[in-house]
C-alpha cells in the first residue's frame, strides 16, 4: 500500500517590499566619441558595467534605475578621457583634485518639494506674481 505524500512544511513567505528605485537618463555628446560609459559611485566607478548607446543625432544616452540618493559620476569617453557631465552644474571635488557630477534621485513628492513646487496647488513659487 503507498503512502501518502506528505508536503514539506514550507517556510513563511515574506511578503516582497516594492522596488524604489526610479529610472535616471544620462546623457553625453560627443560627435567624435566611439565608446562613452558612465561610471559613478552607483557601479563602483567601473567603466565596463554602463556603456551609453549613440542615437541617430549622435547624443549617447544611458538609462539606469538607482534608489533614492544622491550619486556622484562621470562619463569616461575612448575608454581614457573621465569627464564631467556638461549638462549638469551639481558638482563636488574628488580627492584627485577633479570634479565629479552629482545626481539627486528621489521620490517625485521629495523632488518637486526641494525645487519650490507645491504639488497641492500644482504651482511652482518662482512663477507666482507678487
Given at each position: ?7 514539506k ?28 560609459t ?37 562619463f ?55
Open positions: 500500500m503507498k503512502q501518502p505524500i506528505r508536503k512544511a514550507s517556510l513563511p513567505r515574506i511578503p516582497r517590499r516594492p522596488s524604489t528605485k526610479q529610472a535616471v537618463t544620462f546623457e553625453y555628446f560627443d560627435p567624435s566619441a566611439t565608446i562613452v558612465l561610471v559613478g559611485d552607483f557601479n563602483k566607478w567601473d567603466p565596463k558595467v554602463r556603456p551609453l548607446k549613440r542615437d541617430a543625432g549622435r547624443l549617447w544616452k544611458v538609462t539606469v534605475r538607482l534608489e533614492p540618493g544622491t550619486y556622484q559620476y562621470k569616461v569617453v575612448n575608454g581614457e578621457r573621465w569627464e564631467e557631465d556638461p549638462l549638469n552644474l551639481h558638482r563636488i571635488l574628488n580627492e584627485h583634485g577633479t570634479y565629479n557630477s552629482i545626481r539627486k534621485v528621489g521620490s517625485p513628492l521629495a523632488v518637486g518639494l526641494e525645487a519650490g513646487h507645491d504639488m497641492a496647488k500644482g504651482y511652482d513659487e518662482h512663477t507666482i506674481a507678487g
